[in-house]
């Protein structure tokens, strides 16, 4: 049952209240919005901190006067290389671990019945704890939620361990290279082209 | 007992642990978990930088000591700066500070309050998080001085207690989305500044001077060279000796 507000009828002066500085957010579209962000985990922060580094550790790597040209073009075509493959391996692996663990977590009666498989039944509730009683009681105290993020964490920690050396290794050395080739490329025609004027 | 048995027995167990001790302290498990993350990290990518036959040694004396400082500022700056970025927006909600305006409506019941029983009245606004976990418990338990249903349900236009139990998860809802929200905003701020804007300033600093000292730029590392102190030889000693003046006290001094 929705809970109706009646509007303009906050008093800040109730006991809860008394002392100091509030901020009460009154438009229902902000408090959507941070609540549709509060559902976001860690493959969506690591998208942000991803694209994020992009943009900012580069350019301070690429201007860095503390180092010679040569080393300042390697080091931030190696930045480069390694924010956009470790964004690209970092995302996909978190979200298949969450998905890995929502899946063996499943505690929906009629989607359980609906499974013939006893072997499958069994794998599909194998990560939930044996004293966990219902969804309502997981959903009340949000211990479930916090059971599966640090499962999906120490998973995505074990998988990232293989992923580094796998792919992250032999990727961020290919896409150094390129991007340093295209790096000197576009500082030789600039270089051209203030010497051409 | 099987293999099959003591395996399946040893799995529950963990994840057992997992739901009772790790999962409520979320935080530090993240905190292990992510320093063990950026040092294996940093490991694959200085053998990366080694096995890179493009980049010169001179280059690499810089990378090697840039990749190596990026995982320790890392861990020191998440400790330091993500944290606290993370901490100050969870008070800012679980205090009160920044709310939405349902649960300004649900805390300007002083009837609310005085319902939950005088214990919680203070410690509402100190700690809503408290008040949307253990306090909605104990109103469902019936630890109530006075009826609800008069004041917070028709104010809430909840029609009786029972619905306004069953709109406990609508109330705990609405309270942590924003929660969460909030969190995950300030956590993000802490993490950029953190990742992308300190710790590159400060691993440059570290690996430049690195790879001064290790291509021979420097002979020590941010100290500059002296010169040596002339050493005196056994000819010039005896020299000075024989030509030092007399400096034995004079007869005439009386005591």
Same mark, same amino acid.
């Given at each position: 049952m929705a809970i109706k507000i009646e509007q303009n009828? !906050? &008093? #800040?002066?109730a006991p809860a209240f008394k002392g100091g500085w509030n901020k009460v957010i009154q438009s229902d579209k902000v408090i959507k919005r941070i609540g549709d962000i509060g559902g976001y985990s860690s493959p969506q922060s690591r998208l942000i901190i991803g694209v994020t580094a992009l943009l900012m550790q580069t350019p301070i790597d690429y201007y860095n006067?503390?180092?010679d040209e040569e080393t300042r073009t390697v080091s931030a075509a190696r930045t480069l290389a390694k924010a956009a493959v470790g964004t690209v391996t970092g995302v996909i692996v978190r979200y298949g671990c969450i998905k890995g663990i929502n899946m063996c977590t499943l505690t929906d009666q009629a989607t359980l019945d609906a499974i013939k498989n006893p072997f499958i039944k069994e794998l599909r509730q194998c +990560? !939930?704890? #044996? &004293? +966990?009683?219902?969804e309502a009681f997981a959903k009340a105290t949000r211990l479930a939620e916090k059971h599966k993020q640090a499962l999906g964490t120490f998973v995505a920690l074990g998988v990232m361990l293989i992923t580094n050396f796998a792919l992250d290794v032999p990727l961020t050395k290919f896409f150094t290279n390129i991007f340093n080739d295209k790096l000197h490329q576009h500082k030789k025609k600039s270089t051209e082209a203030k010497g051409g004027k | 007992m099987s293999i099959a048995s003591f395996a399946k027995s040893f799995f529950n167990n963990l994840i057992n642990k997992n739901y009772k001790e790790i999962a409520p302290d979320l935080g530090k498990m993240l905190l292990y978990t992510g320093a063990v993350g950026w040092v294996l990290s940093s490991l694959a990518h200085v053998i990366a930088i080694g096995i890179?036959?493009? !980049?010169?040694k001179d280059q690499k004396a810089f990378l090697v000591p840039q990749e190596m400082a990026d995982a320790a500022v890392n861990i020191a700056l998440f400790i330091v700066v993500t944290r606290s970025f993370t901490k100050f927006g969870e008070n800012l909600v679980k205090r009160g500070k920044l709310i939405t305006k349902d649960i300004a409506k649900l805390l300007k019941e002083d009837a609310f309050a005085e319902k939950l029983g005088r214990k919680f009245t203070t410690e509402i606004k100190s700690n809503l998080t408290k008040t949307f976990s253990e306090g909605f418990e104990d109103l469902e338990k019936g630890v +109530?001085?006075?009826?609800?249903? &008069?004041t917070v349900t028709k104010k809430l236009e909840i029609p009786d207690l029972q619905v306004f139990k069953n709109n406990k998860g609508n109330l705990q809802g609405i309270y942590y989305k924003f929660f969460d929200g909030v969190s995950f905003i300030s956590s993000t701020i802490g993490s950029i500044i953190s990742c992308n804007l300190l710790t590159p300033y400060f691993r440059n600093i570290y690996a430049a001077k690195k790879q001064r000292f290790d291509t021979g730029k420097?002979? #020590? +590392?941010d100290r500059p060279i002296l010169p040596a102190i002339p050493r005196t030889g056994m000819d010039d000693f005896r020299q000075k000796i024989l030509t030092r003046p007399n400096t034995t006290p004079s007869t005439s001094m009386k005591i």
């Open positions: 009828d !906050i &008093n #800040t002066q006067k503390r180092v +990560l !939930i704890p #044996t &004293n +966990l009683k219902s | 890179n036959r493009k !980049i010169d +109530l001085t006075k009826p609800v249903e &008069n420097v002979t #020590t +590392l």
